[in-house]
């Protein structure tokens, strides 16, 4: 990556893949640039192998916590997320996930923008979320 003359040097990227998170073999968990942590989508799986709750409620606060802990790797918090993208196996399963999504993030003011949509999942996973946040610490 060249810097043209006079300009600040480009920091590359950063790409962020948790052991203890069940990963895709394609793309990280998220990428870090330029004080900006992109999430891709992330399932409410509870270990490295994507092993799924028996229940909907437990998937989404397992997807829910998956999401805030790649948000700690990545020098975020979940009080700096700028943007959700919930996509759910089926639209009936939204009430029972605002449940647990205000259950967790409780402050209305603190929660971010968000897009909820019913999609064709991987397998019987129920819910995938894929979100933007700031980096709130010095990398």
């Known amino acids: 990556m060249t810097t043209p003359p006079g300009a600040a ?3 590359p990227p950063t790409r962020l ?5 069940f990963a895709s073999p394609v793309v990280p968990h998220a990428v870090v640039h330029d004080g900006t942590v992109h999430v891709s989508g992330l399932l409410g799986t509870v270990d490295a192998v994507g092993t799924l709750p028996a229940s909907a409620a437990d998937e ?3 997807v829910l916590r998956n999401l805030f802990t790649v948000l700690s790797a990545a020098r975020s918090a979940p009080d700096a997320l700028l943007q959700l ?3 759910l ?5 939204l009430p ?3 449940a647990v999504y205000a259950r967790l993030l409780p402050d209305p003011l603190g929660r971010p923008a968000r897009t909820t949509v ?3 999942l991987f397998g019987r996973c129920r819910v995938e979320v894929a979100a933007t946040a700031f980096a709130v610490g010095a990398a």
């Open 17 to 21: 893949v948790l052991d203890e998170l």
């Open 89 to 93: 196996a089926s639209i009936e399963l």
């Open 9 to 11: 040097p480009r920091i």
């Open 60 to 62: 989404f606060e397992a």
């Open 118 to 120: 019913a999609s064709g």
């Open 96 to 98: 029972e996930f605002n």
């Open 85 to 87: 993208t919930v996509h």
